[in-house]
């Protein structure tokens, strides 16, 4: 039967060529995007998926980052002990030198004492953004390492732990030298915490050694004002004076002020024993803290003592030597260690990461070949479609003849 008013052929044809429409949109946001996946309407699971383990992948590229920080900051702290061990190694050399009667002591105790200086400095300097791990103001670091995710979908962080191994000749826990003040701690403590308001912010620090032994030479006072530190090492004089915490105070007092903070205002209170009265005139909060650092208290402690400069002091500087370069070298040993560790998690890490996006590629990536052929073939089925609707459309046409 044939119909004017329905043209099934046409609503075939139409139907064909619409699909076949679709299709061509469908192959050519592909070749556009280069993904079969592009949006969660594409596969919705398939997308899920996709786009957690992106996040992963962005997630450990961070961790990328912390284990090059970590092993940067690991191989700074290996280069110090091994520096350290070198240089306790030619420290030896002056030391058994010493042994014989006929040298000049006095020439073999001075080089000493320069490597003791060198060894301060290697030590004090071994730092990477701020962290040392060999100075003795820190027991561990932690280096970002991985992030774990179970078959529940629940993500939790892993690191690996770097023991800082004390190489200091001097160390932080120490006596307690800060009295009472308007800081914290309210008591006797080895540090000292003081929060100055700006306009006219005021605080003390009070210095006493009468909670603990008495001061000796080479200890440490150290004030850090924002990201200033000034320090003051007792000498022989100080710590045999009558009241070695006002020599100590004045001390301090001259260093903060050879800093030039603006507007901070530093005075030596001669009526109240060693105390060092803050003013902040500023316009900004300023945050200072103090620190003991006890000399011979630090893992090379010993090295302090060592004097070559008698027989007597050569004989023990020699017994000492020995354990000193012993754990200078464990030391060297135990960063390396965990530097090796961390270069492998770094490797693993990155071919994670590379496994990951050949995994989500796999999943998302439209085969470009398969979809060249395909746009080919949907081509011609277009024009096909488009050709065969044009002859259904003039199909009622041919009801004409029939009445002429």
Do not use: C, H
Not at 115 to 123: G, P, R, T
Not at 217 to 246: F, H, K, L, M, N
Request: proline share 1%.
């Amino acid at each position: 039967m044939s119909s004017i008013l329905t043209n099934n052929s046409a609503m075939v044809a139409l139907q064909t060529l619409k699909s076949v429409n679709a299709n061509l949109a469908d192959t050519q946001n592909q070749i556009s995007t280069g993904k079969r996946v592009s949006a969660a309407k594409d596969n919705s699971a398939v997308w899920a998926i996709s786009k957690v383990m992106e996040s992963d992948v962005s997630g450990f590229k961070s961790i990328s980052e912390s284990l090059s920080l970590g092993e940067s900051t690991v191989a700074v702290a290996r280069q110090a002990a091994e520096t350290v061990t070198d240089l306790l190694t030619e420290m030896k050399t002056k030391i058994v030198a010493a042994q014989e009667d006929n040298v000049d002591r006095a020439k073999l105790n001075a080089d000493v004492t320069a490597l003791k200086d060198q060894i301060n400095s290697v030590v004090g300097a071994a730092q990477f953004n701020g962290l040392n791990l060999v100075d003795g103001s820190t027991a561990s670091a932690s280096v970002l390492a991985s992030l774990d995710r179970d078959s529940s979908g629940n993500v939790s962080a892993s690191s690996i732990t770097v023991s800082a191994q004390d190489l200091s000749t001097g160390g932080y826990t120490a006596n307690d030298i800060f009295g009472s003040s308007g800081g914290t701690p309210s008591s006797d403590g080895d540090t000292v915490v003081l929060s100055l308001d700006q306009g006219g912010g005021n605080d003390n620090i009070v210095i006493d050694d009468s909670a603990g032994s008495a001061f000796a030479e080479g200890d440490r006072v150290e004030i850090r004002i924002g990201d200033q530190v000034a320090s003051y090492t007792v000498t022989a004089d100080d710590a045999a004076a009558t009241t070695p915490s006002d020599l100590v105070a004045v001390g301090l007092k001259n260093a903060i002020d050879s800093l030039g903070i603006a507007d901070l205002v530093v005075d030596y209170d001669s009526g109240s024993a060693g105390t060092l009265d803050f003013t902040n005139n500023g316009t900004v909060d300023l945050a200072v803290s103090g620190q003991f650092v006890n000399a011979g208290s630090g893992g090379l402690g010993a090295l302090a003592a060592i004097d070559v400069s008698n027989s007597v002091g050569a004989a023990s500087a020699l017994a000492s030597i020995e354990t000193l370069i012993d754990s200078s070298i464990d030391a060297a040993a135990a960063f390396g260690s965990v530097e090796n560790r961390i270069t492998t998690q770094s490797e693993f890490v990155s071919k994670l990461t590379d496994s990951l996006k050949t995994g989500i590629g796999s999943m998302v990536d439209a085969d470009m070949e398969e979809t060249s052929a395909r746009l080919q073939a949907l081509q011609v089925q277009q024009q096909l479609a488009t050709q065969s609707l044009s002859i259904a459309n003039q199909a009622p046409q041919s009801i004409l003849s029939l009445f002429r």
